[in-house]
């Protein structure tokens, strides 16, 4: 059967009210695409199979939309809590970083890899990721390698939804994120995880940072070693040290040097169709570059990219392989380097 079979009989079967057969072709859909690599599919698929099951095993549910569509209240306050579940295609051969990094990570993902072999020798499975470093350097790049590389989905957490004035709210709202992610095997993303340890910012009450701070401790001793956090943060100094103790792996992200920014730019350049005009000006531009973040190079290019193609269309050129101006990519890296000043 193709993809097409699967799709009419899952539509049959749902107008039948059928949901034996229904569900057959569902998880024969899911197998289907599994086989066939379509990888991404299956575990949304998965992830709507998971909901509805959760969904028929407890009452209370309250109609909301139109019909047929039902949603626990928890649910409907779990959306806000979420920015996004998201499954992600990058590998390692999108990310560029320090050799120690990428090791520490590939060590990461083959401990999760190898996790029923682990379990054997009753071994524990590193689950909680600090991410650390200036902006722009691969934190968040990184929570999408792992979670490529693994195929589980990933919730990115809202944290300003999270964080709240009223007494003792943080903790809730972190505990329902933190059941949602073992519900469902997946992994927690929290960017600005040292946001957590400003709530004293939003509470008069000295008190609730310690809350919230005994809450995470918590949540982190009992998360299960199928799921998975992922923090992030630009101010590791902010964290409380009882919180960064029970991080698994603490890994810090750098700003590139220049070997590192040379496989930058082949990374994106890589589909061979475009140039620089004057290669022999890279190690001086490489040069330029040095002090700014992965981000903002990659931005840089870019940007001389689409106006090297305006200026080659306004010139009427249809070269095959785009021809980057790398006068036009030197006042970029500078006009990047102005910006970042005045905003410093």
Not at 170 to 184: G, H, Q, V, Y
Not at 198 to 209: A, F, L, T
Not at 215 to 229: A, R, V
Not at 320 to 341: H, P, Q
Request: aromatic residues 8%.
């Amino acid at each position: 059967m193709v993809q097409f079979d699967f799709i009419k009989d899952i539509a049959k079967y749902g107008l039948e009210n059928d949901q034996e057969k229904l569900l057959a072709a569902l998880n024969e859909l899911i197998e289907h695409s599994k086989s066939t690599k379509k990888v991404n599919l299956a575990i949304q698929l998965q992830s709507i199979l998971k909901d509805a099951i959760r969904q028929q095993q407890h009452p209370g549910m309250v109609k909301v939309g139109s019909p047929g569509h039902f949603h626990r209240l928890e649910d409907r306050e779990m959306d806000e809590l979420i920015l996004e579940k998201i499954t992600s295609e990058y590998t390692f051969d999108n990310f560029v970083g320090e050799d120690d990094v990428k090791s520490e990570l590939k060590y990461f993902i083959k401990e999760h890899a190898s996790a029923e072999l682990l379990r054997q020798f009753d071994l524990p499975i590193a689950n909680k990721v600090l991410l650390h470093g200036p902006s722009g350097c691969g934190k968040t790049l990184a929570s999408y390698v792992i979670a490529g590389e693994l195929k589980k989905m990933m919730i990115v957490v809202n944290l300003g939804a999270i964080v709240s004035s009223k007494l003792g709210e943080t903790s809730k709202n972190l505990a329902k994120i933190f059941r949602r992610a073992a519900a469902e095997d997946c992994i927690i993303f929290i960017d600005e995880f040292d946001s957590l340890g400003k709530v004293r910012d939003y509470s008069q009450d000295h008190g609730e940072m310690k809350r919230v701070v005994n809450t995470i401790l918590q949540l982190f001793d009992y998360l299960p070693q199928t799921s998975m956090l992922i923090a992030a943060t630009n101010q590791v100094e902010m964290i409380d040290t009882a919180l960064l103790r029970r991080f698994d792996l603490n890994l810090k992200f750098n700003k590139p040097d220049p070997e590192q920014i040379a496989d930058l730019i082949k990374l994106t350049l890589k589909n061979g169709k475009y140039q620089f005009d004057h290669l022999e000006k890279l190690p001086e531009l490489i040069g330029q570059c040095y002090g700014l973040s992965y981000y903002s190079i990659q931005k840089t290019i870019i940007n001389a990219i689409k106006r090297s193609l305006f200026e080659s269309r306004d010139q009427q050129t249809h070269a095959i392989v785009l021809a980057i101006n790398t006068a036009l990519w030197s006042d970029m890296i500078a006009a990047e380097k102005r910006s970042l000043d005045q905003k410093n």
